[in-house]
């Protein structure tokens, strides 16, 4: 034999260097692997310090949702990135609650300072309108503002005494539902609908009865507050105190996150110093980590399996006629010498045997024995299984526990059957994947191979995750000290708008506490009546904090300038990144073709009409500035640069799908 595959938690290894002994020892767990050190991780880390609703979602689809697959996180360490988003979230949730207290506290007792803030706030949002010209809409700013700042006086009092019966309602209405919803289980002539509506009802009674009490107590007290406010205006400086508190609150918070971000940067970046989590949500996190490290099954939700491998770039599907050659003169050895074939029959084909040709060619490309100029480092092959997370079904080997998440590695007998089974509810693909540029970039390759009524079918796709957006890079340019006038101007300024933001962080809790029971009661609801439950994931965190490649971008051969043709059609930083994408795919390409066409050879099956398809695929010709691919060259193109996918045009030449 000239070489061979291992294979390491489903993972494919490149065949080892003459004299070895195959043996690679395994990446150590947690974050001492490769993908925590990545570009990758750092700059998602720092999204979930600067974008709260990075932070949110993530929480919320994959952390507690402990029901739901991971989807695949090429390229960064999915552990890592949870901690920083669960500390973002938890700096933010804290500062917003102080924060709102505060300023509850100085609308009581100092109305006055409070209203003197929010109108400087306006006056800098008008200041701004005249900068943009706005001349109209600033005129008649300044001439309403000192009657708001003064309807602020008398109103603040009101809106803070509000506010507390909002969030006395809000606070006993999670509180009762938390104490009700374990109280779903059916008696007797019971449905699922009662349980879910009492558990509700009763809250909301809950809700309005605390609500409609503090809203007395509160207007008795604002009754006498008032006129002893009038009578003693030294309380305003009580006022002052707590808005100055407020705002040193919010200042704190922006240095917070603009040192979470500084220690990001490459320099100073260790993930093993992530942030703690707590307990209950330690051993969770672990086994998700598990799930992403080892796993070769994908579940998805809706009508995409690939969704988190990126914006797609091209594909094609191929039947291949299988039948004798009428001028076979094969002696059952491949070309490469290392398999023997029983000659020629056109039901002696295995799609485990076409498998395994195109992986060996895929895996050929990174051989440790060829010079470094030769590879293509950051190569991984892997088998995985793709599958609907809401028809997988009460089958243990894909979901053990009805009410918790699906299987995220299954044997090698399951997926050789499901790699045989080309009908199944789970698809088999051989995912070529490879990383660049720190994965800031990668290529997944997913083909598909099947034997259907005397013919091989193929599939080939590719996927492109982008650079990830430039407002998550800001580890790499920032200064220890860079933000701190920022932090007081900004606060200072935009006053206002922080204290909108808070309440609506402190909104958002509440909203995604509730959703996060209801969830869980569903789920189980519907583990009890038999019912699917969407096991699916349905985020790609890698995905989202990716640039946007817009569809039907511009014609590259249109554009003038690097800047532009990389930049301002594709969405990556540069030109050599789309470079390495077009590379990378029609080296993969290549490869597929070549592999399956030598393992015809090597069976004595006819290879003409697959040999014409192949030389449609690979020939590129250059007319008048036009990149050309076979015969579909503008098709594939257009999909290449974000467009939607072409019809699905099985057999034809080059065909593009």
């Not at 045997?353 to 990174?366: C, F, H, Q, W």
Request: hydrophobic fraction near 45%.
């Amino acid at each position: 034999m000239g070489g061979f595959v291992s294979w390491s938690s489903g993972v494919a290894q490149a065949p080892p260097p003459p004299g070895s002994t195959g043996s690679q020892a395994a990446p150590p767990p947690g974050p001492s692997r490769a993908a925590a050190w990545s570009n990758a991780t750092r700059y998602l880390c720092t999204a979930a310090h600067a974008d709260e609703g990075f932070a949110r979602v993530a929480l919320e689809d994959i952390l507690y949702a402990p029901y739901r697959a991971v989807a695949p996180s090429p390229g960064y360490d999915l552990g890592v990135l949870l901690r920083h988003c669960w500390a973002a979230r938890a700096l933010a949730d804290r500062t917003a609650a102080t924060a709102v207290a505060l300023a509850a506290v100085a609308s009581l007792l100092g109305s006055i300072p409070v209203a003197v803030a929010l109108g400087f706030s306006a006056l800098f949002a008008l200041v701004g309108w005249v900068r943009q010209a706005k001349l109209l809409r600033a005129a008649l700013g300044f001439a309403v503002l000192p009657v708001l700042v003064v309807a602020a006086v008398v109103a603040l009092p009101f809106a803070a005494a509000a506010a507390v019966v909002l969030a006395c309602g809000l606070g006993t209405y999670l509180w009762a539902f938390s104490r009700m919803r374990s109280r779903h289980a059916p008696l007797g002539g019971q449905t699922q609908l009662t349980a879910r509506l009492g558990s509700r009802l009763g809250a909301a009674v809950a809700a309005w009865v605390v609500s409609a009490a503090a809203a007395v107590l509160l207007a008795g007290a604002l009754v006498g507050l008032l006129p002893w406010e009038a009578r003693h205006p030294e309380v305003q400086l009580v006022g002052l105190a707590a808005l100055v508190g407020c705002w040193v609150v919010l200042v704190q918070r922006r240095l917070a996150v603009q040192r979470n971000i500084v220690a990001l940067h490459a320099d100073t970046w260790d993930p093993a110093g992530a942030p703690a989590v707590p307990a209950d949500l330690e051993g969770l996190l672990a086994r998700l980590e598990a799930r992403d490290r080892d796993g070769n099954v994908t579940f998805f939700e809706g009508n995409d399996p690939f969704f988190a491998h990126g914006t797609f770039v091209e594909g094609w599907t191929v039947p291949i006629t299988l039948r004798p050659d009428p001028d076979d003169a094969a002696d059952g050895r491949d070309p490469a010498g290392t398999e023997t074939y029983a000659p020629a029959g056109t039901g002696s084909l295995m799609v485990a045997e076409v498998v395994d040709a195109i992986r060996r060619k895929l895996l050929a490309l990174d051989v440790a024995s060829l010079p470094l100029p030769l590879r293509m480092p950051g190569l991984r092959v892997r088998d995985r299984c793709y599958a609907s997370g809401t028809l997988v079904g009460p089958d243990p080997q894909w979901l053990p526990d009805p009410a918790g998440p699906p299987v995220a590695d299954v044997p090698d007998w399951l997926v050789a059957a499901v790699r045989d089974d080309a009908a199944g509810i789970a698809r088999h693909y051989l995912c070529l994947e490879v990383g660049g540029w720190s994965e800031d970039l990668v290529v997944t390759v997913p083909v598909h191979a099947s034997l259907v009524g005397g013919l091989l079918y193929l599939e080939f796709w590719a996927f492109v995750l982008p650079p990830i957006r430039p407002e998550y890079r800001q580890c790499d340019w920032r200064l220890p000290t860079s933000g701190v006038f920022d932090a007081v101007a900004s606060v200072s300024v935009r006053w206002a708008g922080e204290m909108a933001a808070a309440v609506r962080t402190l909104l958002r809790v509440a909203g995604d506490t509730r959703r996060r029971w209801a969830n869980a009661d569903e789920v189980a609801t519907a583990v009890r009546y038999h019912r699917p439950v969407a096991h699916g994931a349905q985020i790609s965190l890698r995905r989202r904090a990716a640039r946007t490649v817009p569809s039907g971008g511009t014609r590259p051969d249109k554009e003038t300038s690097g800047e532009s043709y990389a930049g301002r059609i594709a969405g990556y930083d540069q030109l050599f990144q789309y470079s390495d994408v077009q590379r990378i795919c029609r080296v993969a390409e290549k490869q597929v073709l070549d592999a399956v066409l030598d393992l015809l050879t090597a069976k004595g099956l006819d290879v003409g009409e697959f040999r014409a398809f192949r030389g449609s695929r690979i020939s590129v010709t250059n007319v008048g500035g036009t990149m050309t691919i076979g015969s579909v060259g503008e098709r594939s193109r257009g999909a290449a640069w974000g467009g939607p996918p072409p019809a699905s045009v099985p057999g034809s030449q080059g065909g593009t799908a």
